[in-house]
């Protein structure tokens, strides 16, 4: 789809990272761009910068999570905007915990946030690009999306839902004029590992420190993410561990699985050397005592 001056985009997690960078290249190519988050001081910043592009922006404060609230901000789009072009369906967040030690808690939001939070924003602006008959919807998956992430369970099903949702979704809505793409970004310099708390405090905070240093700027995503809107691509890829683990689940999809738990471990060691006892010791806090629980039974 061309991108016009005077279009309208709706960008979830526009607050930060790839949300924000991705609003504010679309405000310099001419686009309004209607911000959602629950994070109000980014959204603020985000439209700073938007205002300095010449362009515009309204803020919603929403949880993509939570049905109603998806509603409720969809009306208030239409009601300020009218109409609708582009959706970014791309807040997110990551939880770093193994699946043994994931409360189901943990597990459900994760979804709510990564996978219903697309679902919403691509169903609820759906009639208003019908009614126009165009539009394109991005949906945010991750390298997680196409190869496995042992120690974020919960992250990469989502994402390879995303990914499978996008792909279906693409040849329904092809008819309609509306065009839907996958973006799979790898490492990215951003919040993300920033705003959750992990049980591994020390391998987190080294997480961290590497994202900061070795990610690639959220400017990157936002320009490949526009140029997939405009060649209606299927998918889009950013950075090169992504187009190699892509090369390679293809290729010889065991080997590739393997390789990326076994490089997953090594981060996680390089992280902390002790995580393995450390995980271990947790896991033991949290097992109930038997000695206690056969006393508490009188058997
Ligand atoms: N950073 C990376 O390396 C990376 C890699 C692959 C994919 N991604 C994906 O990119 C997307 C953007 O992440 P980012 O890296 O820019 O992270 P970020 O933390 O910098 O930005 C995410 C934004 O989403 C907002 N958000 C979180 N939960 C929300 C909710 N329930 N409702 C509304 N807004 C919410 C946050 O407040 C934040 O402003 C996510 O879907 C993430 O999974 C990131």
Redesign the pocket.
Known sequence: MKIEQGQVAVV?????????ATAVLLASRGVVVAL????ES??AETARRIAKTGSHSSQHV?????RKQMEAFARSVESAHQRVDIVIN?????ILEDFVDNSLDEFQKVV???LW?VVYGAKLFLPLMRRQGSGHIVN?????GIISTPGMVS?GTT?YAVRGFSESLRIELAEYGIGVTSV?????????L??NRSADARLHERLIEW?DRW?RP?EL?ARKLVRGIERNRMRVLVTPETYVMDFAKRMVPATAERLSGFVLERIKLAGNPDYRADREKRRTAQRPDPAAANRQTGS
């Open positions: 979830t997690g526009a607050g930060s990272g790839i949300g924000q959602a988050d629950i994070n980014g959204m929403v949880d993509v999570g939570n791309n807040a997110g967040i990551g709510d946030v990564n939070g945010i998956s991750s390298l997680a992250y994402k799979h970004p790898g490492l990215i310099g951003t919040n993300i920033k705003v994202f990610g959220p995503v």
